[in-house]
């Protein structure tokens, strides 16, 4: 079983709203992405947990921030976004052993938009 | 740093018919791994196929089989007999360096958008 698990599939907020997104998976897995993904770009790594500690990509604004409550799950927490927010945003996890089977699975996404 | 390059944005092929996707890369690291993932309609990132530089057989998963030129840095997708459910964009990725406790990081592509033609 690859499946990592996504909900909402759709959102929309205003930009005063407070929002959760959330990512389940049940492989074992021990590290979890979020990405977020541009119409016609490819995904661009926000945040990962690996073993519940946490890399950030500097570049992401603080109105994003995630959760990882255990290995299995992983929240984006949303607050006070911008309509350039607006985006599909993946979730993944791994092994996280460097083996060469270790391979990132993608979730289906939650298509976002802010107004 | 690693780059991945798709020189193709876009990409048509009668259904049927066999196409290759192109796909090049820099890194400066002898073991590596090349992945290439499809992202049809529905959004899901899907993995396609996986390939370890240190392999020098290349790839194969049922009709789609990847041509890896380790010298050349090159690692084409051909996909055979290609049917209506193969339009998607795909995107080649290369696994990057440990981000933190063995996670790692996934440079990819710009992506080649492929329409199947009936």
């Known amino acids: 079983d690859t499946e990592v698990t996504q909900t909402p599939k759709h959102l929309v907020m205003g930009m005063t709203n407070k929002k959760s997104l959330k990512c389940e998976q049940h492989?074992?897995?021990?590290?979890m992405y979020w990405y977020k993904q541009k119409a016609k770009k490819p995904p661009e790594l926000m945040f990962v947990y690996s073993y519940e500690k946490l890399s950030i990509n500097e570049s992401v604004p603080s109105r994003f921030s995630p959760e990882c409550p255990n290995s299995s799950l992983l929240n984006l927490h949303l607050h006070a976004l911008q309509p350039e927010d607006s985006a599909l945003y993946l979730c993944a996890s791994s092994q996280a052993n460097a083996e060469p089977t270790d391979t990132q699975y993608f979730g289906p996404g939650t298509r976002l938009t802010v107004l | 740093a690693q780059t991945v390059t798709q020189s193709q944005p876009e990409m048509s092929v009668q259904e049927a018919e066999t196409v290759t996707l192109s796909c090049t890369y820099d890194t400066s690291e002898s073991d590596y791994y090349l992945f290439w993932y499809k992202q049809p309609p529905s959004r899901q990132m899907i993995l396609v196929i996986r390939?370890?530089?240190?392999?020098?057989q290349n790839a194969t998963e049922n009709r789609f089989s990847v041509n890896f030129q380790k010298a050349a840095k090159s690692f084409s997708l051909k996909i055979s007999d290609s049917q209506l459910g193969d339009a998607a964009m795909y995107f080649c990725?290369?696994?990057?360096?440990?981000?933190?406790?063995?996670?790692?990081?996934?440079?990819f592509g710009q992506g080649t958008r492929l329409t199947i033609n009936p």
């Open positions: 390939q370890e530089a240190y392999k020098q």
């Open positions: 492989m074992g897995h021990r590290a």
């Open positions: 990725a290369y696994r990057g360096d440990t981000l933190i406790q063995g996670a790692q990081k996934l440079v």
